[in-house]
């Protein structure tokens, strides 16, 4: 199964951020810029991809491991700015964040450092906070998708408490389905 450990905006600041999105031209073009689902909107800590069912329970053990002590307030967080992956067909336009950054940098390591004990894979890219908007490629021009990396860059939305990490297993396809599988205190 293909897992992923990502934290899930709340409600209010998806709305916030939907409706500053829904002004760009990757929302208002005439083509597919492939937007991603607001309910799959996640900033990735880390990415396992590939992980053999038997695992599972070794991923939960090592993500319990990494998880911060009772009583440790909850990362605030803020969806702010926002940017560009890529050029051309590959561009990937993303929101950052703003806040308790380095509080999600530790726990990226922390549960890196508890897959990597019980031996299980992970990505060691580094790691980027980012919500994945959408992949709009070549389909819109170059000087829309800068209008919109400029405009994404400026956001700012409400501040938030990050009190929990989700593990999930993604299932590609032309419409990929997000299923959770544990929640663990961040």
């Not at 996640?42 to 998880?67: I, K, M, N, Y």
């Not at 380095?102 to 919500?131: C, E, N, T, V, Y």
């Amino acid at each position: 199964m293909r897992l992923f450990a990502g934290i899930y905006p709340p409600e209010e600041a998806c709305a916030h951020l939907a409706a500053h999105v829904s002004g760009l031209h990757i929302s208002t073009a005439r083509v597919n810029t492939r937007l991603a689902p607001r309910a799959q909107w996640h900033v990735t800590l880390v990415f396992l991809g590939e992980v053999p069912d038997d695992r599972l329970t070794d991923v939960d053990a090592a993500f319990r491991q990494a998880t911060p002590s009772a009583g440790t307030p909850p990362a605030r967080l803020r969806i702010a700015g926002g940017g560009r992956f890529g050029r051309g067909r590959f561009t990937i336009l993303w929101a950052g964040l703003t806040g308790d950054v380095d509080r999600l940098q530790s726990s990226a390591r922390a549960i890196r450092h508890a897959l990597k004990r019980s031996r299980l894979p992970f990505d060691d890219r580094p790691f980027r906070p980012h919500l994945t908007l959408a992949r709009p490629g070549d389909r819109i021009d170059a000087a829309q998708v800068e209008q919109d990396r400029a405009a994404l860059d400026a956001y700012s939305g409400p501040e938030w408490p990050a009190t929990s990490l989700r593990l999930m297993r993604s299932q590609l396809g032309p419409s990929p389905v997000y299923t959770e599988l544990g929640r663990y205190p961040i």
